[in-house]
């Protein structure tokens, strides 16, 4: 026996394949170590004589390296390229080494071989499952302020990242005819199939090679060649063809409805320096018509006394980083089993140099070769026997053996201890997919049982064993024609021990781990179960048997096996477990992918945007939309801006960018009769050129929306709704449309973001305007308040409109979008001069409310009829038919006692209410008080020289000049019911 | 049995670079566009008014010369022209039922070009994109991350993305950022 120490005392020379030159340094917990390219961290560390690595999550035990693979629930680590991109909870014997990687331990103070937090261990019989519920019940306060805090900083394992993640994360949707997840032999067998009919195959495997436990199986042949060998030449070949897509270091994580599986490929978690620009994981949403199930199985643990010592671990995993990574596990390796699969593993170690002086088998009389094979190698095998318990804390340094049936103990010293309690079928995604398992009594496994979608599972995961049926089922399912695959010398996987070993039974108090993520131990689980816990689901919650991030791989069939011996019943009746995804752990960098930053939400912005922005505009996001809210000139708050800008239009005139507004086209011979079934209006007499205010209710007689509509032809209206429901409405007319009135020949369309609008409001409006308008005459006359004209505006088409919502005199230009920009400032060029003012949304809000023209979603809640609103005037009143009208005459939205739309003047004119604010009548009443509305809108006007409101308030059209209360927390507000509109109420402004 | 070495060829930019694009994101020209919107039996007249076959299935297109027609319903074709199209005046003239809205300025157009154009594109647009399922020529209404898109297939390698203008600045962006990891 030769070993290298320059990438750890325990790499063997000349086994494994990785390339003993091509070294990698790394640190772990600040110790500079060597490694070899291809190792993972497990491996490296084994490599390096490091068995411990981490603490345990309750008791903060002494934990190692259990597995080689990603249900690994012990060996869990905290890695960090820099701040920002620091991963807790990696699993060592899923990360790949690279030159500089940081690694360190979690959950323990102040270090991983002395951890203060271990005294739980000491007083765990203070801390049974369930301990939380019951010991720290009094005093009732403690529980939220003392006990939990304590509680979870004592356990857990990583510390979440605190730094915003600067890594960036793809995606890709994707479809295939098959997609196999697994590379293992099932899978590429499947692959091969596949391929052949010329079908699009996606196959994906966790690892970064191919091979599953073809990367171990040492003696396996297929095709004539080392099993790895032909992996390796098959996925060659498979990468080399057009309509097949090989993802490695791709876990398949969610199996979802009609084949839609989610993966996620790790792109540069084993890179050294990635590529700045490279993502650090990429999802792949893929569709398939056909999905393979290849997934393997995972090897269990045997549940004894202490199995939870590091260097105890799982025999295949040994097995793996021996024939892969050239790494013993230790030098004196002891081998506990209950099934023929570790005596592989005990020959390998034996044939590489190690020392194995014990293969004790559960089993009475185990009849395999392989059995006769260890003995020949001078290996002694004790059948009928068991580990009582493994000896040793921060590694394992003996195994206690007895006969099962109880004897005399003998002690071997060892410094590995290699199990295998047999091996699970991977039906975690099979069960994802809702197909439901069943129960092999034979062989003590859950196998894929009932199908629910075009899903089928080869090899390992579905209960069959040997290699040459695994092969032969991958070729069947790829339903391709390939010539037979043929193998020899694949080992046995059946059989095994489910449930606690000899001596960590029901009389037993030892510390025998079933879920080591979540330090669960099978005292644990009858305890659940003498505390009145009888289903698996029940059991699973009380002990958080299974719930860690491992889903309990290797623990959920120990853990059900042991509640059905507690119960006495048989294990399906004691509970089916349900997968659900992920599989493994998925970062929120993957499931959130390019939805980062600006492409979290689209921000949608006007054509003039650019324009507000250089004028220092502040934004108000309405929607996804940004709207230019107030233009703070030097020195000014909101406040006075607002102030500001609300006078100028009131004496100058102001501009504003309405591009937001939602606008429909209404085209078609029918459209005014379509009009007539969605407004309260009557829209069949309204002129060519003319404008009209809609009200649209829903079926039942509220407010939906409100908006000028504009006739531009017979058969043409170009109609506007709130920003906010711009969307809604389209869908709710395209819906009547569709549903109720097909036989109409109208056809909408939205044009919202074809037009750009630019409101000018105020006296000197059509001063400022006229002179770039051509072919319409602006006249009063001619084109008075209320009406709409198709001319152009320097120098391109335009809709104007003659309308207000600020009670002034106004237009609005709408104009192609692409042109808005020129136009707002050909416009505001002019009207500078002039004291043409841009305002924004809010002198918006106050102007209109000045006027008592209401928001529908401010003023209204869906809740309020047009009758609420004072709106009666826009109901047609000879109409017989439109949406909403059976609705407005239900007996309660016509009954005294409704809720209606009032002004409010404060008697202290300088107090300005708060919106939301509840109004009362007597405000000496005691509380709780019988409120009698709330203030829907609020606002300081400077034209009116005092605070105004909008409110709704119980019959307040009746109320009109009673004295009402607003109680706030600083006191009680007096305040006058007044009519809606506080400046110039007769609207004479509007035809200036 | 001997096995066949299958090389592939590797650009040399692309060896150890996986961010190098290979599907180029740039914008349409100016266009002229306009909603159609019409029952069959107005299908046969608008198509002679248009010079092209109006398509009738999902997801097709017909073209004449700039001039094309993209069927987004059973009712609804999105044309698409030259920005000096005398398309609207065409249809002006028709005198059958239908109706012909400008949507010139309310949408954008975004061509994904290059041998990576497909996976660009399905990096935020869950459509099979395979040849077979969106042949050259395929257009639908579909997604593009958070907003809708119209989709048009106008070359093997090449997309046209036509999106609301307010949502250009997402659409552009999302395809930038999924061009940076489509190294084909």
Redesign the interface.
């Known amino acids: 026996m030769s070993t290298s120490t320059h990438s750890g005392s325990n790499r063997i020379h000349g086994a494994g394949r990785l390339t003993p030159a091509k070294t990698v340094r790394f640190t772990f917990d600040g110790q500079n170590l060597t490694g070899l390219e291809g190792d993972t961290l497990a491996s490296a560390l084994l490599a390096n004589g490091i068995h411990l690595v981490g603490r345990s999550f309750k008791y903060h035990r002494p934990r190692g390296i259990l597995s080689a693979g990603s249900e690994e629930p012990n060996a869990l680590v905290d890695i960090e390229r820099d701040k920002s991109r620091r991963q807790p909870n990696v699993r060592a014997t899923v990360q790949e080494i690279y030159d500089g990687l940081k690694v360190k331990s979690q959950n323990r103070w102040p270090s991983l071989t002395f951890d203060v937090g271990a005294l739980g261990d000491v007083f765990s019989p203070m801390l049974p499952a369930g301990f939380y519920y019951k010991t720290f019940m009094w005093p009732k306060f403690a529980w939220k302020s003392i006990y939990e805090p304590r509680i979870r900083a004592a356990a857990g394992l990583g510390v979440t990242p605190g730094e915003p993640d600067t890594d960036?994360y793809?995606?890709?949707?994707?479809?295939c005819d098959v997609l196999i997840v697994g590379a293992g032999a099932a899978g590429l067998a499947a692959a091969l199939s596949a391929a052949s009919t010329g079908a699009?195959v996606i196959i994906c495997d966790e690892q970064p090679e191919a091979g599953g436990a073809l990367r171990y199986e040492s003696a396996v042949t297929i095709?004539?060649q080392p099993g790895y060998e032909w992996a390796a030449?098959a996925i060659?070949?498979l990468?080399?063809l057009d309509n097949v897509t090989v993802l490695t270091r791709t876990t398949a994580f969610g199996y979802y409805a009609q084949n839609f599986v989610g993966l996620v490929e790790r792109?540069s978690d084993h890179l050294s320096s990635p590529?700045l620009?490279?993502?650090r994981e990429?999802l792949w949403?893929v569709?398939a018509k056909k999905v393979v199930l290849a997934t393997g199985a995972i090897e269990r643990h045997l549940v004894f006394a202490n199995n939870d010592r590091p260097g105890v671990m799982l025999a295949s995993a040994a097995r793996l980083f021996l024939n892969q990574h050239g790494v013993a596990v230790g030098r004196k390796v002891g081998v506990y089993t209950s099934n023929d699969s570790a005596y592989a593993a005990a020959i390998d170690l034996k044939n590489a140099g190690i020392d194995v002086p014990v293969i004790v088998d559960t089993r009475d009389n185990p009849t395999s070769a392989i059995v006769d094979a260890a003995r020949s190698l001078d290996i002694e095998v004790l059948t009928g026997h068991a580990v009582f318990s493994a000896g040793g804390k921060r590694r394992v340094s003996s195994m206690s053996i007895q006969p099962t049936r109880g004897g005399s103990e003998r002690k071997v010293a060892v410094d590995a201890l290699i199990m295998s309690g047999g091996w699970t079928p991977s039906v975690h995604l099979f069960s994802q997919s809702r197909g439901k398992v069943t129960w092999d009594a034979a062989n003590e496994r859950f196998l894929p049982g009932t199908y629910a979608q075009d899903c089928v599972s080869v090899g390992a995961c579905n209960g069959t064993d040997g290699l040459q049926a695994t092969l032969d089922e991958g070729l069947a399912a790829g339903e391709g024609r390939t010539s037979p695959i043929v193998a020899t010398n694949g080992t046995e996987w059946t059989g095994g021990m489910i449930g606690s070993a000899p001596g960590a039974g029901a009389d037993t108090s030892v510390k025998a781990f079933v879920d080591f993520q979540n330090d669960v131990t099978a005292k644990d689980v009858r305890l659940a179960v003498r505390e009145g816990m009888h289903s698996i689901e029940h059991v699973k919650r009380f002990t958080t048997n299974g719930m860690a991030t491992d889903q309990g791989k290797t623990s959920n069939l120990h853990g059900l096996a042991i509640a059905a011996e507690a119960l006495d019943r048989p294990i399906p009746a004691v509970g089916l477990t349900t997968f659900r995804a992920p599989f493994t752990p998925v970062t929120f960098g993957a499931i959130v992918n390019?939805?980062r930053h600006?492409?979290f939400?689209?921000?949608?912005?006007?054509?003039m945007h650019d324009w507000h922005a250089a004028q220092g505009a502040a934004f108000e996001d309405v929607g996804?939309?940004k709207r230019a809210w107030y233009y703070p000139q030097a020195g000014e708050d909101m406040h006075s801006a607002v102030n500001r800008e609300c006078v100028a239009v009131r004496n100058q005139a102001g501009i504003f960018d309405a591009s937001t507004l939602g606008k429909i086209?209404v085209?078609?011979?029918d459209a005014a009769k379509f009009l007539e079934l969605l407004y309260t209006n009557p829209w069949e007499k309204l002129g060519v050129g003319r404008c009209r205010y809609g009200i649209m209710l829903r079926e039942d007689g509220f407010i939906y929306d409100d908006g000028v509509v504009g006739r531009l032809a017979e058969d043409r209206f170009h109609v506007t709704t709130t920003t906010g429901g711009a969307p809604r409405v389209m869908h709710h007319m395209e819906d009547y449309l569709q549903t109720e009135f097909p036989h109409l020949?109208?056809?909408l369309?939205?044009?919202?973001?074809?037009?750009a609008v630019i409101a000018v409001q105020g006296p000197k409006a059509r001063e400022i305007i006229a002179p770039l308008v051509e072919g319409i005459d602006m006249s009063n006359e001619a084109m008075p308040h209320m009406s709409v004209r198709e001319g152009k505006i320097c120098g391109v088409p335009t809709r104007l409109f003659r309308m207000s919502f600020t009670g002034e005199s106004g237009y609005e230009i709408n104009v192609?979008?692409?042109?808005g920009r020129a136009v707002w400032e050909a416009v505001y060029g002019r009207g500078k001069p002039l004291g043409l003012t841009p305002y924004g949304t809010e002198a918006m809000h106050v102007l209109r409310a000045e006027k008592g023209y209401i928001i529908v979603g401010q003023d209204t809640d869906g809740t309020v009829t047009p009758h609420d609103a004072g709106l009666t005037w826009a109901i047609g009143k000879n109409k017989t038919d439109y949406v909403g009208i059976r609705g407005l005459l239900r007996r309660d939205l016509v009954a005294n006692g409704r809720k209606q739309l009032v002004g409010l003047k404060t008697v202290d004119p300088t107090i300005v209410l708060e919106e939301g604010a509840q109004i009362v009548a007597n405000p000496n009443q005691p509380v709780p008080m019988t409120m009698i509305g709330h203030v829907t809108s609020s606002y300081w006007s400077e034209n009116c020289g005092r605070s105004i409101a909008l409110a709704l308030v119980i019959d307040g059209t009746k109320r009109l000049g009673e004295t009402l209360y607003v109680p706030m927390p600083n006191g009680v507000i007096e305040v006058e019911v007044t009519g809606m509109v506080f400046f110039d109420e007769k609207g004479e402004r509007l035809n200036g | 049995m001997v096995e066949l070495a299958h090389a592939t060829r590797l650009h040399p930019l692309q060896a150890g670079n996986p961010d190098v694009a290979s599907a180029s994101v740039t914008l349409a020209d100016n266009a002229t566009r306009v909603s159609l919107r019409s029952r069959a039996d107005a299908v046969a007249a608008l198509s002679g008014t248009l010079g092209l076959a109006l398509p009738t299935k999902p997801k097709t297109t017909a073209t004449s010369g700039s001039r094309a027609a993209l069927w987004l319903g059973p009712d609804e074709w999105l044309i698409i022209d030259d920005v000096d199209s005398s398309v609207a005046a065409d249809l002006a003239e028709a005198k059958v039922l239908h109706s012909a809205v400008d949507i010139s300025h309310r949408n954008v157009g975004i061509i994904v070009d290059g041998r990576g154009a497909a996976a660009v594109v399905n990096g935020g647009c869950p459509q099979d994109l395979s040849l077979k399922a969106f042949p050259v020529g395929a257009a639908s209404r579909t997604v593009l991350g958070k907003i809708e898109i119209v989709l048009w297939r106008n070359a093997e390698n090449r997309f046209r993305v036509e999106c609301w203008r307010s949502f250009a600045n997402y659409a552009y962006a999302f395809l930038r950022e999924s061009a940076r990891d489509v190294a084909v």
């Open positions: 960036r793809s995606n890709r949707f994707a479809h699009s095709d004539g030449s060659t070949k990468r080399a792109i590529a620009d490279m993502p990429r949403q569709r390019h939805a600006d492409l939400d689209p921000t949608r912005e006007t054509p996804q939309w086209e085209v078609g011979p020949n109208v056809w369309t939205s044009t919202t973001e074809q037009w192609p979008a692409d042109y």
